[in-house]
């Protein structure tokens, strides 16, 4: 057998790594400290999360929450935040600077993460066109997962199975 040693790395100038460990240091120390896990915050139904940073534990925590979507002053497209919160679902908008800290707790808004766009107090008009296409966009949505679940087929329409995944591999 071959040992291979895993070299240093500076974690400290790697922002994404960095703030994965203050994360984890969070939560075990946490659980040393007999706090436990932390509960997750309650948000009323439809709320769109605003923050300068959120850590991973946080949006993992989002899910089945009312949080329909989140923004953040800081991170990047291929941050854990920006992953997870794609995996759940949540519309996301991160890096979005500082003219996020202008938006008051209650404020209404439109989140158009598509187009890397909040609008704070839409007017009656524009929130109409983002419900328009909110609710096409998840009926478009539904009808990809259903489509998901039929089993898959080749050209003559035969059902795949596994025996014909292993054939292929010989």
Request: with cysteine.
């Amino acid at each position: 057998k071959t040992a291979y040693e895993i070299p240093k790395r500076d974690w400290s100038s790697d922002v994404c790594s960095s703030d994965l460990l203050l994360d984890l240091e969070r939560q075990v120390l946490a659980v040393l400290g007999g706090e436990g896990e932390p509960m997750p915050r309650r948000f009323a139904p439809g709320t769109i999360l605003l923050a300068d940073d959120l850590l991973p534990s946080d949006v993992a925590a989002l899910e089945g929450a009312a949080v329909v979507g989140l923004c953040s002053v800081r991170g990047g497209p291929t941050s854990h935040v920006a992953i997870l919160a794609a995996s759940l679902g949540l519309p996301a908008i991160v890096a979005a600077g500082e003219a996020l800290h202008g938006v008051t707790d209650g404020t209404l808004l439109i989140l158009d993460a598509a187009s890397g766009l909040i609008t704070p107090n839409p007017d009656p008009a524009a929130l109409a066109d983002a419900t328009a296409r909110l609710e096409a966009a998840n009926v478009r949505r539904d009808g990809l997962l259903a489509a998901a679940v039929t089993p898959a087929t080749d050209r003559k329409s035969t059902r795949l199975n596994s025996s014909h995944v292993s054939e292929s591999r010989m």
